[in-house]
Antibody, heavy 121, light 107 residues
């Protein structure tokens, strides 16, 4: 069974840092593109970042470029999102997701349960 | 960036009704479009990919159509478990973008 389990969320002060983790199981993690998507309270979905299976390509939404870093450890079947210089507008539930393998386009077929990050002093 | 515009933002319907949601892309995206269902407090669930392909395990009352800039999600014979928020997403160009969502509510 495919599972994605997120951890690492919580309350962080503006300007602070936090690292989200996503532990994958039930599939060959090293073969899949992975993603982070977030949802501010009461708002819609916003794509944050994608990473290639070998970690050699990464893509970000403009609002997090230079502040967030997506990474992965295929030996540990884990995906990460390092969040630096966080702002109040980064407050959201963050979801990790898996991209469908057989398409070159970005369709996400499995998701984690979501992890709340609250930026507040 | 490609903007995705969904309409309506909300719709009230009864069990057994047919509901149609539209999604318009600000530029042509061929058929590189997905539809997701999200219930409160839950992760999104992939319903449709490549504009019209039904994801495994999704009931056949869900269907998608369209190409280029205009797309449609149709839910035939609405069931109680279908009351949720639906999002479209363009899948071809970074940054990936979602529509604003359509909330399907009970009439």
């Amino acid at each position: 069974e495919v599972q994605l389990v997120e951890s690492g969320g919580g309350v962080v002060q503006p300007g602070g840092s936090l690292r989200l983790s996503c532990a994958a199981s039930g599939f060959t993690f090293s073969s899949y593109w992975m993603t982070w998507v977030r949802q501010a309270p009461g708002k819609g979905l916003e794509w944050v970042a994608n990473i290639k299976p070998d970690g050699s390509e990464k893509y970000y939404v403009d609002s997090v470029k230079g502040r967030f870093t997506i990474s992965r450890d295929n030996a540990k079947n884990s995906l990460y999102l390092q969040m630096n210089s966080v702002r109040a507008e980064d407050t959201a539930v963050f979801y990790c997701g898996r991209r469908i393998l057989w398409f070159g386009e970005n369709y996400f077929d499995y998701w984690g349960q979501g992890n709340l990050v609250t930026v507040s002093s | 960036d490609i903007q995705m515009t969904q309409s309506p933002s909300s719709v009230s319907a009864s069990v057994g009704d047919t509901v149609t949601i539209t999604c318009r892309a600000s530029q042509g995206i061929s058929d590189y479009l997905a539809w997701y269902q999200q219930k409160p407090g839950k992760a999104p669930k992939l319903l449709i990919y490549a504009a019209s392909s039904l994801q495994s395990g999704v009931p056949s009352r869900f269907s998608g159509s369209g190409s280029g800039t205009d797309f449609t999600l149709t839910i035939s014979s609405l069931q109680p478990e279908d009351f949720a928020t639906y999002y479209c997403q363009q899948a071809t160009s970074f940054p990936l973008t979602f529509g604003g969502g359509t909330k399907v509510q009970i009439k």
